[in-house]
């Protein structure tokens, strides 16, 4: 069994070593000789421990030698008195409360510490089928993958009877000082919790080590009973609710064994690795080759307004590299991708003045069925008179595995709510398979 690390990719071979902390059971902490044959070590090994439904109350791992270090690493050991600054409050979130109190434990274990089950979605099957997807977001500069990934992490696009949870990692190029980048997505994600804007993440600098957003997803004991709609009448949202009814619906802790060898997972898991537009617009794709053969998917993403079919000036488009760029990533892709694969186009919202986009707008913010499909739609959009626009025509034509999804996020600027994204529900069901998952579950 091939396992590997969720936040650097790179391959455990045995006798590695993790460290395991329990938030519930400090005590019970220790360091693992890794056995793919026998992953029982991983869980807290004390009396009545379950798997936990909260993120924050289970259980840590860290792997040792990771290149993925904890924002509190000065250099020298953890600084977990170092306060935590953010648009001049202090910064109060669940996951640097964790790492502060794992770090009292382990005052000089510099790598970062994730929880087990992004371990287990990163390694595991369950009933025979992933329960996670791990994506690659691919694109120029100003594209919006960013804004995609902080996005799936808010409670927004989910039904009100899934529980929302994240985590977030981002290991800066300097070591000793904490990545900007992290502390200003940890207050997004609090403020987004609130129903409140937030001031947007910087640009992902391309120097970053790593940079992962994980959206974790279960469902309210509130959730149930299970929906009796046909699958051809339920939406996104009522997809994924029955899906983690029936496919994890054995997951409750309170249901577990006590330190069965393999529990059934808390949560369905997504995980976006971020990634600066500069590295795919370079001709070397540097750590990037990394990224793409261990992941599970990648996400092309390209604007909307670079698209000459609506007209909009160059000097208003926000990523005018995003088409060849995007051209280039699905050309390569098809060579020598192994995973699934996928086009997101952005900012429909900046071209709405278009009629067949206004329709598939209103269509989606109704939860109705779109006139058209997302695909068709932008086979007529690209020109073949562009050379590069048709290029990108062809390719999406020849590719029949090849989906597409049109999104845009409303309230990004000046605004009194937090930002909404539209289209990003049927995206997220698609990368964790939802419609394989469902024929799955009924057929059990």
Not at 136 to 147: D, E, I, N, Y
Not at 161 to 178: N, Q
Not at 374 to 398: A, H, M, T, Y
Request: charged fraction near 20%.
């Amino acid at each position: 069994m091939s396992l590997r690390c969720p936040l650097c990719l790179q391959a455990l071979r045995p006798g590695t070593i993790l460290h395991r902390f329990c938030r519930l059971h400090p005590q019970e902490s220790g360091a693992i000789s890794l056995d793919p044959d026998d992953l029982a070590a991983l869980y807290c090994p004390a009396e009545g421990c379950r798997p936990a439904q909260a993120l924050e109350e289970g259980v840590f791992l860290a792997h040792e030698g990771c290149g993925c270090l904890s924002p509190f690493w000065d250099g020298g050991g953890l600084n977990c008195a170092r306060s935590i600054i953010v648009e001049g409050k202090p910064l109060d979130h669940w996951q640097l409360n964790a790492l502060k109190d794992i770090g009292r434990q382990y005052p000089n274990l510099k790598e970062m510490w994730f929880p087990l089950i992004l371990f287990r979605a990163a390694n595991e099957y369950w009933r025979n089928q992933p329960f996670s997807a791990f994506v690659v977001m691919a694109g120029a500069r100003s594209v919006g993958k960013t804004v995609l990934s902080l996005m799936a992490m808010s409670r927004l696009p989910y039904p009100a009877s899934v529980t929302v949870e994240h985590f977030v990692h981002i290991t800066p190029a300097m070591h000793d000082v904490p990545s900007e980048e992290l502390l200003t997505t940890l207050a997004a994600l609090n403020r987004f919790r609130q129903g409140k804007p937030a001031s947007l993440v910087q640009h992902t600098d391309r120097d970053n080590v790593s940079n992962l957003k994980a959206t974790f997803l279960a469902e309210t004991k509130q959730s149930r009973p299970k929906p009796a709609a046909a699958a051809e009448r339920m939406n996104a949202g009522q997809w994924l609710v029955y899906v983690l009814q029936q496919l994890l619906g054995q997951g409750d802790a309170a249901a577990q064994p006590v330190r069965a060898l393999c529990p059934a997972p808390s949560h369905l898991v997504i995980a976006f690795y971020d990634t600066a537009g500069e590295l795919w617009q370079d001709a070397g794709l540097g750590n990037l080759i990394q990224l793409r053969a261990e992941a599970d998917i990648l996400a092309v993403v390209i604007d909307a307004t670079a698209l000459n079919h609506f007209g909009v000036p160059v000097e208003g488009r926000e990523a005018p590299d995003s088409t060849w760029v995007g051209c280039e990533r699905l050309e390569n892709a098809q060579r020598f991708f192994r995973g699934r694969r996928c086009l997101i186009v952005t900012k429909l919202d900046a071209v709405s003045q278009n009629g067949e986009v206004a329709a598939y707008m209103d269509a989606i913010k109704r939860s109705a069925s779109p006139p058209q499909h997302p695909k068709q739609l932008l086979g007529s959009w690209l020109s073949q008179e562009n050379d590069i626009e048709n290029r990108l025509r062809c390719l999406i034509e020849q590719d029949p595995e090849l989906q597409v999804f049109l999104v845009w996020t409303e309230g990004l600027r000046n605004s009194d709510r937090a930002p909404r994204s539209h289209g990003i529900t049927s995206f997220i069901n698609w990368c964790l398979d939802i419609e394989r998952c469902w024929k799955m579950a009924d057929a059990r």
